[in-house]
């Protein structure tokens, strides 16, 4: 049985990529070097669910369901500000840009595509959805004093609107691993309600 490497995302327009460049540059500067994996900000995506490896036979039928999905969702907007790090900026692992969505539709958008994958055996994400764009990963080999560094950086940052998109589509995405990092196709896009 083949298997690609897939996940359902919002692809980001050219501004906002610029905007993440921006952001990833001043932080580069305030923390130690090689401390941080940054992103490519062409690579940084709106993941809304990490499917992995997908039975190619299935390839279609989550094509299907991401259809389902956008249509039970109308086109809307989300603003792009606000800096963070997963777990938290005491254990920093991963660096994050927050997306505010007032109105609630990527949660709405999001829920929709869990109830449509999961009838074709991917298992319902329990953990509570936090929109987010991820800049960086702090890198294994880091030492203790910079990532307390990194944590603190990010935790004194003042970092406002970076800009805001219209969302009217969504995208089934292949990932390949490669050496000089992931290479993503995008296999479908579905257009949202009325859009």
Request: charged content about 20%; overall charge positive.
């Amino acid at each position: 049985m083949t298997t690609v490497r897939t996940f359902i995302a919002i692809e980001l327009d050219r501004e906002l990529k610029a905007g993440l460049q921006c952001v990833q540059e001043g932080l580069r500067q305030q923390v130690a070097p090689r401390s941080v994996r940054w992103v490519r900000p062409d690579a940084i995506h709106l993941t809304l669910k990490f499917l992995g490896d997908t039975p190619s036979e299935k390839v279609g039928a989550v094509k299907d369901a991401l259809a389902r999905a956008a249509a039970q969702v109308s086109p809307f907007t989300f603003v792009a500000s606000g800096l963070g790090c997963f777990p938290n900026t005491q254990r920093p692992r991963v660096l994050w840009l927050g997306l505010q969505d007032p109105a609630g539709a990527l949660t709405r958008l999001r829920d929709a595509v869990e109830a449509q994958v999961a009838p074709l055996g991917f298992p319902t994400e329990t953990r509570p959805f936090r929109p987010h764009l991820t800049l960086g990963r702090v890198q294994r080999h880091a030492s203790k004093p910079e990532v307390i560094e990194l944590g603190a950086v990010v935790f004194n940052a003042t970092i406002g609107t970076i800009g805001e998109m219209a969302v009217t589509r969504v995208s089934y995405i292949r990932s390949d691993l490669q050496p000089g990092g992931s290479v993503y196709t995008t296999l479908a896009e579905a257009a949202l309600a009325g859009s």
